[in-house]
């Protein structure tokens, strides 16, 4: 998978594109043997987030001893595939880390519990963080975290650039392209952006700041015009073209788990765009100091900036040990031990007393992360709804259709006829 179409999915710290690790293998309904009871928990994620998980895994088995916890992790496509046979095989994973774009879909599936019937402490959650795992008023799903977007920044290339910003002011799509421009004017070896016209949590901005939403309403169909998506892919290409930047061949050249190929941490950009939970693994990988604002808006748009889910932790509809599964998703959300180990990998966490605790003890670039986001929150909007069923081929779509555009296969336009007609047959099918 390209590294654009993960980070379109908002899966968080850089993926490991190490093979399929599982611990229990046959799956997990739940269960008690010589008077312990077993569980799964499956994630996606980093070596960095799995060497996290397991730490804290230990931490719930040693404060509930008669609970053992199987540990099912691997990266994205190999989750999902694994997680696909273990629900049809009536043995999907009892603790279940689900995504944005996959939630609505295995909500209708009846794969997941309604989680307000368990015990689980949402109290002292955030309430609009709730709604976003709510479908069709059940709550299927719970935040690990929230997030925004994010525009990073290498400082260094700025100034040797002779360009600077001011992080606390939104930039225009217009100012950011003469940035771009200049900065590969002055030296041609660094491009000044990647071409991240298939970025879907950027495009949604983009799409709010034109007045539109991605979907329509009802979810069965998109909800912005085709002239929006028009103009996105010029913007994009124009850049290509003048070599400001990558071209196809090379924005293709790297997946997601090699980040350390990304142009930003190998200094061949002065800008990317991400989620706010990934900066710190961007920083660590360049090993240089790098920045983040904004992402840019239109110059007479609207500024409809949002917090996001991170992930969710989900259970399944047929464990056999709700309770036990309910335990640890409440350590996980709740308990210090484990908040501070997993920091904000899976987001900023959605209570209070969490967040102030991972502030008070935070520093560098994991404090740059937390006070971006608490920044966010007070002028942003509402969570965006739960995605429409589909919204993962969607997401796959955008890519294909972006990269063909990228190598000169479709031009704009028949780009966003292929990407419209598509997306309306998915959308439909649900």
């Not at 799956?27 to 998980?53: E, F, M, P, V």
């Not at 409809?304 to 509809?317: D, G, Q, V």
Request: charged share 20%; aromatic share 10%; hydrophobic share 40%.
């Amino acid at each position: 998978m390209s590294r654009r179409k993960a980070m379109m999915l908002g899966i968080g710290a850089a993926m490991s594109s190490v093979a399929l690790v599982l611990t229990g293998c046959s799956g997990g309904t739940g269960g008690s043997t010589n008077g312990k009871t077993t569980i799964q928990l499956a994630w996606w994620g980093s070596k960095t987030r799995n060497d996290a998980t397991v730490a804290v895994i230990k931490k719930f088995e040693k404060k509930y001893p008669k609970i053992d916890v199987k540990p099912v992790f691997t990266g994205w496509e190999g989750y999902w595939s694994k997680l696909s046979t273990q629900v049809a095989g009536g043995t999907a994973p009892d603790v279940i880390q689900m995504s944005t774009t996959d939630l609505r879909s295995y909500a209708d599936k009846s794969v997941l519990a309604d989680m307000s019937k368990l015990p689980i402490n949402t109290s002292s959650l955030d309430k609009s963080a709730l709604k976003a795992g709510t479908v069709d008023g059940k709550l299927y799903a719970i935040p690990s975290g929230m997030n925004t977007p994010v525009m990073m920044y290498d400082p260094a290339i700025l100034k040797k650039a002779g360009v600077s910003i001011d992080p606390t002011q939104q930039l225009t799509w217009t100012k950011f392209a003469k940035l771009a421009q200049k900065i590969h004017k002055s030296d041609p070896k660094v491009y000044g952006t990647p071409n991240d016209m298939d970025l879907f949590h950027v495009l949604k901005l983009y799409v709010r700041n034109r007045g539109q939403d991605f979907y329509s309403a009802d979810g069965k169909s998109l909800g912005f015009s085709k002239s929006v998506l028009r103009d996105w892919f010029n913007y994009w290409m124009k850049l290509q073209k003048e070599g400001v930047a990558p071209s196809a061949e090379y924005s293709a050249s790297y997946a997601y788990g090699e980040v350390q190929k990304f142009p930003i941490v190998k200094k061949k950009t002065a800008f990317d765009f991400g989620l706010s939970n990934q900066f710190t693994t961007f920083a660590q990988l360049a090993n240089r100091p790098l920045k983040m604002t904004l992402v840019p808006k239109m110059d007479n748009g609207k500024n409809e900036y949002f917090l996001t889910p991170n992930m969710f932790w989900s259970i399944s509809a047929k464990t056999e040990s709700a309770k036990a599964s309910a335990k640890l998703v409440d350590f996980l959300l709740h308990n210090k031990s484990a908040i501070k180990k997993i920091g904000t990998d899976r987001g900023i966490p959605i209570n209070a007393a969490a967040r102030k605790q991972l502030a008070s003890n935070a520093s560098g670039d994991e404090k740059s992360v937390i006070d971006f986001v608490s920044d966010v929150k007070k002028t942003a909007g509402p969570p965006l709804p739960v995605l429409p069923a589909g919204s993962g081929h969607i997401l796959d779509l955008l890519h294909s259709v972006g990269q063909k555009v990228e190598f000169g296969k479709l031009t704009t336009s028949e780009g966003v006829d292929e990407f419209f007609s598509k997306a309306k047959s998915i959308l439909q099918k649900g």
